[in-house]
C-alpha cells in the first residue's frame, strides 16, 4: 500500500512530492496526459521568486521533478481511470491498474475554456489553439493576421508573445476594458502590431468546409453589428475549467468545479488533499500552487502521522 499518491505534476503536485519525499513518505506521483503541467507551455517565467532574469517554464517544471525524484519521489506516466474514494484505504485504478493508499493529493491542475463553438472544435489543430507558446511559431501563422481572444493576462501574454511571427494581432475582447494586471496591459497596448477589439465576441470561426482558419465572425454586443475578420489563426485565452470530472460524486466541488477545501488542504473525504489551479479559482499562479502543494504534503503527512493506527 502507498503511503501517499500525488495525482498531477505542475507546480502544486511536483512541490507536494519535494516535501513528501522529504518526509521518507515515497511518494508515487501520477503524470496524468501532461507531464509538467500548465507552465511546461509559457514561455518565460517571470514571477517566480528566486529567479530574478525569469525562467523557461519547461525548465522550472524539470528542475522540480529532479529535486522531488532525488529525495525519492516516484514519478510515473499515467492516466487516472476513476477513484474510490468511500472508504479507507483509497482506491485510484490507473491504466487499469488498481493502486491503494493511505493518502493522496490531488494536484490536477485546469484546462483551457472553450468558446463553445462547433466551428471552434471542428477547427481545432486547423488554426485553433490554446497555447501560442505551443503553436505560435507554426508556419502558418507567420506573417498572417491573428486572431486573440480574451481580456485577461493570458490573452495580452498571448497576443504579445504572437507579435514575433504574426503581421498583426487582434485582441477580441468582450468588453471595454482588460481584467489583465496593469503591466501586462501597459506591455500589449504600447505594441504597434497589437489591435483591441471592445466589446466584441467571436461568433463563429470561418474555413470550416476548406478546414482552415480563414476568419472569424464577430458581434458587437454593444451595437449588435455584426462583422467578419481575416486571420490565420484563433488563439484562444479566455481562461481555464478545473480537471476534476474524475473525481465527479466524491469531491466536493464549488459551482465552478474547483474542489471545495476544509481546513487548509483537507477535502471533504479523510486523506484526501487538494493543491494548485485544481481547487484555486482566484490566485491560480505557479507560486501559489506550488504553496499549497508544499501545505498538501505537510497536511498528509500529519493525518499520516495521527491515523497510523487505523492502517
Ligand atoms: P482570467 O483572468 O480569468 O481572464 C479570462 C478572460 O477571458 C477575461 O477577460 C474574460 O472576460 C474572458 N472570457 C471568459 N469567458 C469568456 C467567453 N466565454 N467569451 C469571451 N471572453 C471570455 O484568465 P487568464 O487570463 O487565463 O488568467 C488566469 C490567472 O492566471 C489570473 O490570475 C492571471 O493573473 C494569471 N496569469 C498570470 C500571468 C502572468 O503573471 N504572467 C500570465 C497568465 C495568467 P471578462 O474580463 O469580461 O470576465
Redesign the pocket.
Known sequence: MEQVVIIGTGCAGLTAAIYTARANLSPLVLTGAMPGGLLTT?ST???FPGFPEGIDGFQLMQNLQKQAERFGARVQFGHLDSVDFSGHPLKLVVDGETIISKTVIVATGSKP?A??LPSEEALEKHGVTYCATCDGALPQFRNQPLVV???????L?EATYLTRFASEVHLI???DS????VI?QERALKNPKIKPVWNS??TEVLGVAEKKVSGVRLKNIETGMTSTLSCAGVFV????VPNTAVFNGQLETDAGGYIQLREGTRTNVRGVFAAGDVADSV???AITAAGTGCAAAIEAERFLGEETENY
Open positions: 509559457t517565467v517571470e514571477n475554456r468558446l463553445g481572444v480574451g481580456g485577461g493576462d493570458s490573452a501574454e475582447h468582450r468588453r482588460f481584467r489583465a494586471s501586462m465576441v467571436v485565452a479566455i481562461g481555464h490566485y491560480r499562479q
